[in-house]
């Protein structure tokens, strides 16, 4: 079932994946598809974190957004899913949404990596401050609605990225409320995924996918950058300061 991933990490990196505690916030667009690629590369252990259930609308962009799971909800979803990929991936599901009052209870440790694919300004805010206390590592994830080209869409640290509002707001959020220094050239140390590309459209008032409108090519690469990420450091064994 993992061949693939044992040639291209070794047994000793497959291990590490099988042993490996890794949650998603936010199961949508991008979320979906880090799952996805987190279940099917040997992670052992997922704890999935969203409050939504499956809409119609959410056909265009979420891998677990089918006919036949319209209502349910998505965690549940996302855990049937990863079943059938492989019955022997613990699951935890969480039916809730991340916010600066739980995001200790959600995210409590054991947990080897994080990846934060939620649009709440003030909660990702918190689950980054969290998980940096903590020691877990971090993938943030920045807004993919408006864009439609999916070869731009790249890995930074969050201090480095560009034309991603929702990523600019978080750092605003990070120096106001929790300090952190301000400089265009200062580092987070925190990997963030972002596109350059210039958003389309108004957005409707909201930074999110339903705000902007969306492309299922641009979100899913979104949430494959970010469970690549992962992956590749669990597997060749790089901690949270990306050391061996």
């Known amino acids: 079932r993992y061949g693939g991933i044992a040639r291209l990490y070794g047994a000793a990196g497959l291990a590490r994946l099988r042993a490996a505690r890794v949650a998603v916030a936010g ?3 991008v979320g979906s598809w880090a799952v996805e690629a987190l279940a099917r590369s040997g992670v052992g252990h997922l704890r999935l974190i969203d409050l939504d259930h499956v809409a119609e609308s959410n056909i265009n ?23 059938r990929i492989d019955p022997g991936v613990e699951v935890a599901c969480i039916d809730d949404f991340v916010t600066a009052d739980n995001v200790a209870e959600l995210l409590a440790p054991p947990l ?15 689950l980054l401050v969290w998980c940096q206390r903590q020691g877990i590592a971090l993938v943030t994830v920045g807004g993919a609605g408006g ?10 640290d969050l201090g480095r990225t560009t034309e991603d509002p929702l990523l600019a707001k978080l750092r605003a959020r990070l120096r106001s409320d929790y300090g ?11 990997d963030a995924v972002f596109s350059p590309e210039i958003q389309r459209g108004e957005g409707g008032g909201g930074l999110n996918c339903a705000g902007f409108g969306s492309s299922m090519a641009v979100t899913a690469s979104y949430g494959l950058v970010a469970a690549g990420r992962v992956i590749d450091r669990i597997a060749r064994g790089v901690d949270s300061a990306g050391e061996e």
């Open 147 to 156: 864009k439609t080209d999916p070869a731009r869409v790249q890995l930074a």
């Open 27 to 29: 199961l949508g667009g």
């Open 112 to 126: 080897d990596y994080v990846i934060d694919a939620i649009d709440d300004v003030r909660a990702k805010a918190a």
């Open 180 to 190: 952190y220094p301000r400089g265009a050239k200062r580092k987070f140390h925190v």
């Open 61 to 83: 962009r979420q891998i677990h957004a089918l006919e036949d799971t319209l209502g349910q909800a998505k965690v549940v979803a996302m855990a049937e899913r990863i079943a």
